[in-house]
């Protein structure tokens, strides 16, 4: 089956079925492949997903692979592709492993949505609900804050090949190093972050090799998780600070407990939203420019140079807001 990409591109014939009544036309169809399922992140995103697409008429699904491994991610696209969804989504744990099936999808005239992917090219449009730099520093800041601006730290990420954590921690090691130079990192960034045993695991290690060790910047949802629950393990609760985003109804005790300090978040079930928002605007082929309104992210300036649609839709996390934020469902 031609999917709707394609039927708009293939003439005026194809293209005046589209302007038919809705009843007339099939639904358009939507698929999500996402960094890992099962964490309360995704399945997040995945009820905004849900609950979008049956508001507007929308057939989607989210794919979550059973691991952050950008192979499975490349294998639900291919098959995504070989189904011919009029839409595919994506939140990328490797963009360079991603180009040529996007590529491929996009030859298809299928088309293609990233989240937290704004260096892939292959998009058709790519949407942050906060800026690298700013999501950065403003966890950098916090650290410091805590911190008393002196000591060492250590940096997770969801993986070494996860493009917006990693942009993270560019800028929040990049602000720290010039605003607070009495603070350093120790050893590389880590690529626990997407999995809880493995955050708690290497947070405990990193404290028994580095006694003066006071904070970890964990920058993907299960690692501020994994960190404060070694934290609370080696009875060092004030003494060594966690920020990071995470789910607020998975962290909610932490937080109480003292063990994550706190960080910011987007709503991930807003995310999983304005998937399906945008992917339904662009198969009834409204354009994306300056000044146009998209539920869930606002009026936007959107840089068509560079596939990017990027705003500020910051929540902060802490003692005071983690429990209405849970009660959301978040």
Known sequence: MMNRRAAILAGPALAALLALPAAAQEAPTMGVVVKIGGIPWFNAMEQGIQEKAAELGVEAEMIGPTSADPALQVRAIEDLIARGVDVIGVVPNDEAALEPVLQKARDAGILVVSHEGPGLQNVDWNFEMAS?????????????????????????????????????????????????????????RYGVAENVDDSRRTALDLMAAHPNLKGFLAFGSQGPIGAGRAIEERRAVGQVHVFGPFSPGQGRDLIHSGAISGGFMWNPMEAGKVFVTLGDMLVEGQQIADGTEIPGLGVVSPDPEGHDIITDNLVAINAETVDGLAEMGL
């Open 132 to 188: 690298a730099q700013g999501f950065g520093e403003a966890h950098a800041e916090l650290l410091a804050q805590a911190m008393g601006g002196t000591g060492e730290y250590a940096v997770f990420v969801g993986s070494l090949t996860v493009p917006l954590h990693n942009a993270w921690a560019d800028a929040a090691i990049a602000y720290l190093q010039d605003k607070y130079p009495e603070m350093t990192p120790v050893g590389e």
